[in-house]
């Protein structure tokens, strides 16, 4: 194998993956052609217990009506394998035909078949399905055991297996044939690409691979490693901004921490002063820490590493909790934090660690930009099919150049010139991603010097709400 040509390993190469495909195909078209002829004799199987079922409703109001034991001989002999049945009693005793042996007996499960149970057996030496289920005969409990011959469907399928073996080694050399051609005509511009692609590097991403002229599966080839590389050309010099902007933030944080901690060693201060030093030591570490925690989630959107778990949560609960979070941050710069909440439960299918972590970006963000003495209210509410999930402040608001790009990653508009709070324009695009994540809207309505309103419109479930639960819900 190491001494062929490219050109061999690759008509090789196709022509296993090619017999791969065939046998793959061969199998799985031959297990879905059988499992749906099975399923069409199982719904035959039903009918035939429907119509028996009827046959004897029907007999039962003639006057004078006949013996059962008459009514389903009468049935057997009018009807198309009738004689593939019986009838037992719930102790497994015949009561219909009296007796049977030899080929016509048919196995019952050890099942007690309340529902109905399919199984294979061999009836008068041809394959069979037989359906057992516990049914009602003339207001009388029975299992009835109804079969019907496969000889059709097995006939088929050995039709078309022997079809597909016959194709099989017309297919194979089709392919092989192909597979040489193809290498052989796609080699002659993949050495022109190959040496170009060697030439570019992530110092180099402005070179191209040659396009050929001729509009064949190679072109699309080479224009889709063009587009490839544009993009990226793109992200390489995003990321390599956004490090920059990272390490500059981050090495502000640790400059900062560093030089409190070093201060408060070498000189004796209050304890008052020692307080302030660890609340800005503190506050530091916070904000690197919300850094590092959107970065780690900007990763996990982008490469969607992360499988959100859906399951029903009561939005109510979440919103108490996500408040509970940041209210001593509240506190602490003299705002106000309140929620307000319907008195029963609202229940949504979503991930809880994904919301709670869109809350509280939105209530991060909320904080950040109100001055003390301000007001932030989270609030749900509902329409007849969304919840609504509110997130109001009485902050400096925004423009509407900012409120149109606001959730646009690593946009910050005019707070960054304004350095007035510190931040990487990620913590919204982030809220958008969960978001969009659960089919929600999020939307912005802001007023400059007046305050922001964040909406996210989440589709709702039908729960009934517990007892004791009504007065747990009243506002913050």
Excluded at 258 to 278: F, I, K, N, V
Aim: proline share 4%; aromatic share 6%.
């Amino acid at each position: 194998m190491r001494d062929l040509s490219v050109r061999a390993k690759l008509t090789l190469l196709y022509l296993a993956v090619t017999s791969a495909g065939l046998l793959a195909f061969g199998i799985l078209s031959y297990g879905a052609l059988r499992f749906a002829l099975l399923q069409e004799k199982k719904t035959h199987l039903i009918g035939r217990e429907q119509r028996l079922i009827q046959f004897l409703v029907e007999n039962r109001i003639q006057s004078p009506p006949l013996p059962m034991s008459e009514q389903l001989r009468n049935y057997a002999i009018v009807t198309h394998e009738g004689n593939l049945f019986e009838i037992r009693n719930t102790d497994g005793s015949l009561l219909f035909p009296r007796e049977v042996s030899g080929p016509d007996a048919i196995v019952p499960p050890s099942d007690n078949c309340v529902h109905a149970v399919f199984f294979l057996q061999s009836l008068e030496h041809r394959p069979a399905m037989v359906m057992c289920h516990l049914t009602q005969l003339n207001g009388r409990p029975v299992r009835l055991l109804i079969g019907g011959s496969l000889e059709e469907e097995f006939d088929i399928l050995l039709i078309y297996r022997n079809a597909l073996l016959l194709l099989a080694p017309a297919l194979l050399s089709a392919a092989a044939i192909c597979g040489y051609l193809l290498s052989r005509q796609s080699l002659k511009t993949v050495d022109r690409m190959t040496k170009a692609a060697i030439n570019i590097g992530v110092g180099n991403l402005s070179t191209r691979l040659p396009v050929p002229s001729a509009r064949d599966e190679i072109q699309e080839l080479a224009v889709a490693w063009n587009q490839l590389l544009d993009r990226v050309q793109s992200a390489v010099s995003r990321l390599s901004k956004f490090s920059e902007d990272v390490s500059h933030d981050l090495r502000t944080s640790i400059t900062v921490i560093l030089g409190t901690a070093q201060l408060s060693l070498h000189r004796d201060h209050s304890e008052e002063e020692y307080r302030e030093d660890l609340s800005r030591v503190v506050d530091e570490c916070r904000t690197a820490s919300t850094l590092l925690d959107a970065l780690l989630s900007l990763a996990r959107s982008d490469t969607f590493s992360y499988e959100a778990a859906f399951q029903p949560i009561n939005l109510c609960d979440l919103v108490v909790n996500g408040c509970r979070r940041v209210e001593d941050l509240a506190e602490s710069r003299g705002i106000m934090l309140d929620w307000r909440l319907p008195l029963e439960p609202v229940y949504i299918q979503g991930d809880e660690l994904l919301l709670l972590r869109l809350l509280g970006i939105l209530l991060d963000n909320a904080i950040k930009y109100t001055r003390e003495g301000g007001e932030i209210t989270a609030a749900v509410s509902r329409t007849e099919d969304q919840v609504l999930l509110t997130v109001s402040d009485t902050g400096i608001g925004m423009s509407e150049d900012v409120r149109q790009r606001v959730f646009e990653r690593y946009y910050q508009g005019e707070l960054r010139e304004r350095q007035t709070q510190p931040g990487n324009g990620l913590g919204l695009a982030i809220a958008r991603w969960i978001a969009d994540a659960h089919q929600a809207e999020l939307t912005a309505e802001s007023t400059p010097a007046t305050g922001s309103v964040f909406q996210i419109s989440l589709p709702s479930i039908v729960s009934r709400p517990l007892e004791g639960q009504r007065e747990q819900y009243a506002a913050g």
